[in-house]
């Protein structure tokens, strides 16, 4: 079974910053790539950055310059730092991972619970 578990979500001020940790556990061989989402009230899920295995990144628009994705391949998790943290920026934070069981065939995508990161103005 593997398990993805999100933490450092929480309430700031705008302006403010945020590290957001993820990790993987369970039954893993290898770890393709990992990404960070986003859900606001009554809007979709959409993305905010992902990196390969290999450290290439990728960032939404709207966080560029304000939010670095990166990764500990030896500790199986992904972080997010967040600065310059606006209100549009409060949603709940999903992260996710391409994982290659132990004894799989191919990957499969898995989801974290989400952390809930709350942005006052």
């Known amino acids: 079974q593997v398990q993805l578990v999100e933490s450092g979500g929480g309430l700031v001020r705008a302006g403010g910053s945020l590290r957001l940790s993820c990790a993987a556990s369970?039954?893993?061989?290898?770890?393709?790539?990992m990404g960070w989402y986003r859900q606001a009230p009554g809007k979709q899920r959409e993305v905010v950055a992902t990196i390969t295995r290999g450290g290439s990144t990728n960032y939404a628009d709207s966080v560029k310059g304000r939010f670095t994705i990166s990764r500990d391949n030896a500790k199986n998790t992904v972080y997010l730092q967040m600065n310059s943290l606006k209100p549009e920026d409060t949603a709940v934070y999903h992260c996710?991972?391409?994982?290659?069981?132990?004894?799989?065939?191919?990957?499969?995508?898995?989801w974290g619970q989400g952390t809930q990161v709350t942005v006052s103005s």
């Open positions: 369970g039954s893993i061989f290898s770890i393709d790539d």
């Open positions: 996710n991972a391409d994982i290659l069981e132990n004894g799989g065939r191919r990957f499969h995508g898995y």
